[in-house]
C-alpha cells in the first residue's frame, strides 16, 4: 500500500507566490527525488537528495531532505504559468529496491 | 529526448482479452519498470526489471505478466483484461538502479470496456 502522504493534494495559487508542499511517512528513507508531471506526459525529475539535512536548489526550485529521514519538502518561489503540474514526492525505503511514489500535488496558478 | 518510447499511446480493449504494451529504450539501461497512475494513487509499481530475463512484482502485480528477452524492451501483459486495469501505464529506465532517479516513457492510456 501507500507509504508516502503527500500534501497538499491540490494547490490553487496566484502567479509571483511561492509554493511549499512536502511528503512524510512512518519508514525511513534513503532517497527522495521530487518529480513534475506535465499533462499527457511522464514525468519529469526534478531534483533528487540523498543525505538527511541535504537542500538542493535547482533554479527557483528548493528542496530539502528531512534530518529525521522521513519527510521532504519542496519549495517553489515566483510561481510562474510553465510550473502548472502535478508534483510527486518519490523515496527509496532503506532496504528496498524500488521507489514509492506519493499520491502527488496539483498545481494550480491563476495569472 | 531520452531515448524511451511506450507503444501504443492509447488503447480501448474489450473485457477478458489479452493487452500487451511495449516499451522500448535505446539508452542501454538495465534497469526497468512498469507503473500504473490512477487519480487519488499516485504512481503504483507493477513490475520491474533488473536485467535481460531477470523480472520481480511490484505492490500490484496481480493479473499483470512481464518479460524482457533483450535488453532495450520491456513487455507488460495484461493476461485477461478487466475495468480495475483501466488506467494511465508508464514505462521508466534507470541506468544505475532505483535511487538515482528514473527516467519516464510518455505513457500508453489503457481504457478497458
Known amino acids: 500500500g501507500q507509504q508516502l502522504n503527500q500534501s497538499p493534494q491540490s494547490m490553487f495559487i496566484q502567479e509571483g507566490e511561492d509554493v511549499s508542499m512536502n511528503c512524510t511517512s512512518s519508514s525511513i528513507f534513503n532517497t527522495w527525488l521530487w518529480y513534475k508531471q506535465d499533462p499527457g506526459e511522464g514525468p519529469v525529475l526534478l531534483i533528487a537528495l540523498y543525505k538527511a539535512g541535504e537542500l538542493t536548489s535547482n533554479g527557483r526550485l528548493t528542496a530539502q531532505f528531512g534530518i529525521t529521514r522521513k519527510d521532504s519538502f519542496l519549495n517553489i518561489s515566483a510561481s510562474i504559468p510553465s510550473d502548472v503540474g502535478i508534483y510527486f514526492c518519490a523515496g527509496q525505503l532503506s532496504g528496498a529496491q524500488k521507489l514509492v511514489f506519493g499520491q502527488g500535488t496539483r498545481l494550480t496558478i491563476n495569472p | 529526448d531520452a531515448g524511451i518510447t511506450q507503444s501504443p499511446r492509447h488503447k480501448v480493449t474489450e473485457t477478458g482479452t489479452p493487452v500487451t504494451l511495449r516499451c522500448h529504450q535505446t539508452?542501454?539501461?538495465?534497469?526497468m519498470y512498469w507503473y500504473r497512475q490512477d487519480p487519488g494513487h499516485g504512481l503504483r509499481l507493477i513490475h520491474y526489471?533488473?536485467?535481460?530475463?531477470?523480472?520481480d512484482k511490484g505492490e500490484v502485480s496481480d493479473g499483470y505478466s512481464v518479460s524482457r528477452s533483450k535488453t532495450e524492451d520491456f513487455l507488460l501483459t495484461l493476461e485477461s483484461a478487466t475495468s480495475s486495469q483501466t488506467s494511465v501505464y508508464f514505462c521508466?529506465?534507470?541506468?544505475?538502479?532505483?535511487?538515482?532517479?528514473?527516467?519516464f516513457g510518455s505513457g500508453t492510456r489503457l481504457t478497458v470496456v
Open positions: 521508466a529506465i534507470s541506468g544505475r538502479g532505483w535511487n538515482y532517479g528514473y527516467t
Open positions: 526489471s533488473y536485467g535481460v530475463k531477470d523480472t
Open positions: 539508452e542501454n539501461h538495465r534497469y
